[in-house]
């Protein structure tokens, strides 16, 4: 039966549909010994030989892993980054299967990320159109008033994007801290961010918590499990998502002027759109400062 070939370079582990098409367009893949560059193109499996940068590509060989890591800041989330900065891969080197991330966590960013080499299930994490929720715990400096909160409910239009969670709650409320839990269905590209950012909000932390019913409970920063195909297909049950157990906080207006609001301007000295510098500025240590030594744990089933 025919397939799309990049369905099919998905299926063979080596990279998600969507960087496979990437890898159509450049001309880096053959079909039976010629460079196809047209996206519509349909290979049968059976009987086409399909090569990515001269490797031949064969599903039948591929032993499919799942993997869940606790994403530590500091690690940029690509398989290479040419600036030569840590990424989540060198979190996961004594796994020997060829694995890729599952959409993205930015540098500074932590949590729970997905890393595997089965391109169909990549596939169904990432596509808007499965809606899996994904939620977050976003530490923000200053006090969340009702306004504010309000605001980021409602959702903004942000360089043409309608930035709208499908749910925003306070979590805690420190002397001049809040944090936050978000709930994203769609996972537009800096989502959390560029919505705080446009409502002068600065983010202090921000860490995904779980993708479906899956979570980084019990698992510490630079740490990773294996899950089975059952394991990752139940966690993202479309009628099974996580909820957090922590319970919702009323935040009251504070009375002293020591006690700031989350948009207050003096918290932007603090902002992280200093983004692309802190960026360069980690890209510039040597790599021994910033590994993390990293213990691998199976899950038993």
Avoid at 1 to 29: F, H, N, P, W
Avoid at 207 to 224: K, M
Wanted: charged share 30%.
């Amino acid at each position: 039966m025919e397939v799309r070939l990049q369905k099919y370079i998905a299926d063979c582990g080596i990279t998600s549909r969507r960087k496979a098409e990437d890898l159509i367009t450049l001309g880096r893949v053959k079909v039976n010994g010629t460079i196809v560059t047209l996206l519509g193109t349909k290979v049968d499996p059976s009987t086409d030989t399909v090569e990515v940068d001269g490797a031949l590509a064969d599903h039948r060989s591929v032993n499919k892993v799942y993997i869940l890591l606790h994403k530590p800041r500091g690690f940029v989330t690509t398989v290479s980054d040419p600036q030569g900065r840590e990424t989540v891969m060198d979190l996961i080197r004594e796994v020997s299967e060829r694995v890729y991330p599952v959409g993205r966590l930015d540098y500074l960013s932590e949590g729970l990320l997905l890393l595997t080499n089965d391109g169909e299930m990549a596939n169904t994490v990432m596509h808007p159109r499965h809606e899996i929720v994904k939620v977050y715990e976003v530490k923000i400096f200053g006090i969340l008033d009702p306004q504010i909160l309000y605001k980021l409910r409602e959702g903004i239009t942000v360089d043409g994007d309608f930035l709208k969670p499908l749910s925003v709650r306070p979590l805690k409320q420190l002397d001049n801290k809040t944090w936050i839990e978000f709930r994203l269905a769609e996972g537009k590209n800096r989502e959390i961010r560029r919505l705080c950012e446009a409502l002068d909000i600065t983010i202090d932390k921000l860490r995904r918590v779980a993708i479906g019913n899956l979570t980084i409970n019990g698992i510490a920063p630079g740490r990773y499990v294996y899950l089975s195909k059952r394991d990752i297909y139940n966690g993202l049950n479309l009628k099974s998502d996580y909820f957090s157990p922590k319970k919702t906080v009323t935040i009251k207006t504070p009375r002293s002027t020591e006690k700031k609001l989350a948009n207050d301007q003096t918290y932007k000295k603090y902002r992280k759109d200093t983004y692309n510098s802190v960026m360069r500025s980690y890209a510039l240590k040597p790599k021994e400062e910033s590994v993390v030594q990293v213990q691998n744990t199976r899950v038993k089933h």
